[in-house]
């Protein structure tokens, strides 16, 4: 489950030939290679957010090492200052977050996240299912 979200997101974009898809972690932190076909891995977490148009963080274990903690460097939580490298780029989260673990309370509350939104369109995906379900 710990990285059931970022195979399924690295899944879909990687059919996207249109999209410029960078996966940027710690290294020891990579994730089953099935899955980043057709990515940038970039270690460099500063050089991957340049000019990026949309920003998605989240936590995941190791794949190799599954449930060990590899790395607590703080750095790596999203910050003002990380944002700061995009092209006033939109931040994504699924929910739930770990607020000033994963992302600082600065970036979830910016005008340029699109948390509140994203999971409003929740309710849209899980009627549209709940309805193919009673059919």
């Known amino acids: 489950l710990p990285q059931c979200v970022h195979n399924s997101f ?4 990687s059919e996207i030939d249109w999209v410029d898809f960078v996966i940027t972690h710690p290294e020891g932190y990579e994730l089953d ?5 057709g990515a940038t891995i ?3 977490q500063r050089r991957a957010l340049e000019g990026a148009d949309y920003v998605q963080a989240k936590n995941w274990s190791s ?3 599954y449930g060990q903690v590899l790395s607590t460097e703080p750095s790596w939580m999203l910050t003002p200052e990380h ?3 995009t092209d006033n780029g939109k931040f ?3 929910l739930p977050v770990r ?16 948390i509140i939104q994203e999971a409003g ?7 549209t299912v709940l309805h193919e379900l009673l059919k």
């Open 83 to 85: 944002m700061s490298l």
């Open 42 to 44: 970039e270690y460099d």
């Open 121 to 127: 369109n929740r309710t849209f995906s899980m009627q």
């Open 10 to 13: 690295c899944d879909w974009f």
């Open 63 to 65: 794949y190799r090492d």
């Open 92 to 94: 994504i989260h699924c």
């Open 99 to 114: 607020r000033n673990v994963e992302v600082s309370d600065a970036v979830l509350d910016s005008p340029n996240s699109l």
């Open 33 to 37: 290679p099935k899955f980043t076909k």
